[in-house]
Structures are given as C-alpha cells and as structure tokens.
C-alpha cells in the first residue's frame, strides 16, 4: 500500500481479555517502530525492529506487552490481561534509513478497556 | 535516556499572527531533531527537521532553530492559518535511531 496500514482501527475490550494490533509498514522499509500515545500524554516508545537484529524492547511498561514482527514486514503487538490504563492509541511507524530521518506514521489504533 | 521538554502545552493565536514552540534536550550526542503535525484521527506527519550541522532551516511558512550549546531548538510558524491548527510533536534522536518525543502542542488558530 501507499502508507503504514494499521487495524482494528478501534478496539473495545474487557478488563483481562487479550488483545492483538496489525501493522503493516511501508513496503522496503527495514525499521519499525511502536508508539504509544495517552489521552494529554506525548508519543510513549514501546519496540524497534531493524531488520533481522534483535528487536529494542526497552520500552515495553511490562511483560504483558510483547510484539513480533515476521518476515521483515507485517507486525503484531499483544497486549495481554488488559489492564484500564492500557487505554491509549497505539501508533506504528516505519523507517527506510537513516539519510531521511523520517518516520512514517499509521493512523493508530484506539484501545479502550472497560 | 533522551529527555525531550516542550512548551507550551497549549497555544492559541489570532489567524496571521506567527507561533513558536520550544523544546528542550538532554542528551548531547543527540543530532536529528525533527517536528511531526498531528491532525485529529491521524497519525504524526513530518513538516520539517534540522540536524546538528546546521543553526536554522526555513520551509515557506515554516522554520527551526536549533541552539547545540544550549540543547534547545523551536519551531517558528508564521501567518498561521486555521488549517495550522493541530497538534506538533519535536522529537530528538542520535545514533539508536529511535526519537525521543516530546508532550506535544495543540495550536489553536482562530480565524
């Protein structure tokens, strides 16, 4: 596709249940990038994928959170026994290098948890 | 880690009057500091960046500074337009390639 193509692009969930959120990046863009974004809150960094190297996992806020990324291309981020305050929009990004510096967005998406 | 401040949170200016954001650094080995718009539903667009090499760089209506000794740079917009009205995100990242982003200004340009 032209853009980071990002679904469900809302998702209502129940206190404990797991959760699942796609994004596919630009194709030829080797890096990806999970964000996190709180009602008032800046873009909290969650994961980094660079090609085949281990993923950046410094920024998960628990081992609930995990993220996988198969074949160089489409990503997965799980969220598991969701919690209230894991409410949040959660943005993917993809980078070609590091020449252009830019990070191309996804439109996001919106999880609620009752 | 990287610390990124911005200020203000929040902006309100008359349409055609100019608005400038500002951030803050910690980390000296930071060299790429971009600025994302984010308009509502959407996700953050790049509208200019700077790098360490350089003191200023101008895009029509807007600009940056950057001031490497002080560790802060700003975002210049002038004869804002409703259609500026949005969010602006800075950012600022060196060599682990994963930006920093500061809190964010919602600019609020009224006609």
């Known amino acids: 596709g032209a853009g980071v193509s990002q679904s469900p692009s809302n998702k209502v969930t129940e206190k404990g249940k797991d959760v699942e959120l796609r994004c596919d990046p630009i194709s030829g863009h080797t890096a990806l990038y999970w964000y996190r974004q709180s009602l008032g809150q800046g873009l909290e960094f969650l994961i980094y994928?660079?090609?085949?190297?281990?993923?950046?996992k410094s920024g998960l806020p628990s081992d609930r959170f995990s993220a996988e990324r198969t074949g160089g291309s489409v990503s997965t981020l799980t969220i598991q026994r969701t919690q209230q305050e894991d409410s949040a929009v959660y943005l993917c990004?993809?980078?070609?290098?590091?020449?252009?510096?830019?990070?191309?967005f996804g439109e996001g998406s919106r999880l609620t948890v009752l | 880690g990287e610390n990124v401040e911005q200020h203000p949170s929040t902006l309100s200016v008359q349409e055609g009057d100019s608005a400038v954001i500002k951030c803050t650094y910690s980390d000296s080995a930071s060299n790429y500091f971009p600025w994302y718009k984010q308009e509502l539903g959407k996700g953050p667009q790049l509208i200019i960046d700077i790098r360490s090499n350089v003191g200023e760089k101008k895009d029509q209506r807007i600009a940056v500074t950057l001031n490497k000794t002080a560790k802060h740079f700003s975002l210049h917009i002038t004869e804002t337009q409703p259609e500026d009205s949005a969010v602006y995100f800075c950012?600022?990242?060196?060599?682990?390639?994963?930006?920093?982003f500061g809190r964010g200004t919602s600019l609020i340009v009224h006609p």
């Open positions: 950012a600022a990242s060196g060599g682990s390639y994963i930006p920093t």
């Open positions: 994928f660079q090609g085949n190297s281990a993923p950046d």
């Open positions: 990004a993809s980078f070609l290098d590091a020449n252009t510096g830019e990070l191309f």
